[in-house]
């Protein structure tokens, strides 16, 4: 629920300026207090959120890295976030990136799914994304292609890396749903 210093500031806020409001209109020094109170935990509470990362905001980190690198057509940089024991996804995430020059990709509905009690830590995240991007060598145009791609990944020295991927028509996955 922290992960978002929203909360914090909002209701730290709120209930800053009922307590102000009622210092004001009653002069009762506790409320003054607890007015200051109020805004130390809130404020430590933002600090906190943004000191500790939990593991959906790397996992949603690492996402958004391998798509910059396959934006950028640094097909290498982006196989590197598969594990070491997947040499089979990697060699099939490298055909496949080799054979479409990207544009750019844009990630939409992230649903990171951590595998409760899993030593070392795993997690399944699928999202919808669109790549518009045209084949290698085709002489065919750019075309947005829409994909639902669901990726299974494991943390390993304090970084994720992917032990498997896949993609489909999104309306496939609904369909599922």
Same mark, same amino acid.
């Given at each position: 629920?922290?992960?978002?210093?929203?909360?914090?500031?909002?209701?730290?806020?709120?209930?800053?300026?009922?307590?102000?409001?009622?210092?004001?209109?009653?002069?009762?020094?506790?409320?003054?207090?607890?007015?200051?109170?109020?805004?130390?935990?809130?404020?430590?509470? +933002? +600090? =906190?959120?943004?000191?500790?990362?939990?593991?959906?905001?790397? =996992?949603?980190?690492?996402?958004?890295?391998?798509?910059?690198?396959?934006?950028?057509?640094?097909?290498?940089?982006?196989?590197?976030?598969?594990?070491?024991?997947?040499?089979?996804?990697?060699?099939?995430?490298?055909?496949? =990136?080799?054979?479409?020059?990207?544009?750019?990709?844009?990630?939409?509905?992230?649903?990171?799914?951590?595998?409760?009690?899993?030593?070392?830590?795993?997690?399944?995240?699928?999202?919808?994304?669109?790549?518009?991007?045209?084949?290698?060598?085709?002489?065919?145009?750019?075309?947005?292609?829409?994909?639902? +791609?669901?990726?299974? =990944?494991?943390?390993?020295?304090?970084?994720?890396?992917?032990?498997?991927?896949?993609?489909?028509?999104?309306?496939?996955?609904?369909?599922?749903?």
């Amino acid at each position: 629920m922290l992960e978002s210093p929203l909360y914090a500031t909002l209701g730290g806020g709120f209930l800053v300026i009922l307590c102000l409001i009622g210092y004001f209109n009653t002069q009762i020094k506790q409320l003054l207090i607890a007015a200051v109170a109020i805004a130390a935990i809130s404020a430590g509470l +933002v +600090v =906190l959120e943004s000191v500790v990362v939990t593991h959906g905001e790397e =996992l949603d980190a690492t996402i958004h890295e391998i798509r910059d690198h396959v934006q950028d057509g640094d097909i290498e940089s982006a196989v590197d976030f598969v594990h070491a024991s997947a040499a089979i996804v990697k060699n099939a995430a490298r055909n496949e =990136l080799m054979k479409v020059e990207v544009e750019w990709i844009s990630i939409k509905d992230l649903d990171i799914d951590l595998l409760e009690g899993s030593d070392p830590p795993e997690a399944t995240v699928g999202f919808n994304v669109v790549v518009r991007a045209q084949f290698r060598g085709s002489g065919g145009g750019v075309i947005n292609v829409p994909r639902f +791609v669901k990726v299974n =990944l494991v943390r390993t020295d304090n970084i994720w890396q992917v032990l498997e991927y896949s993609h489909d028509h999104p309306l496939k996955h609904m369909r599922q749903n």
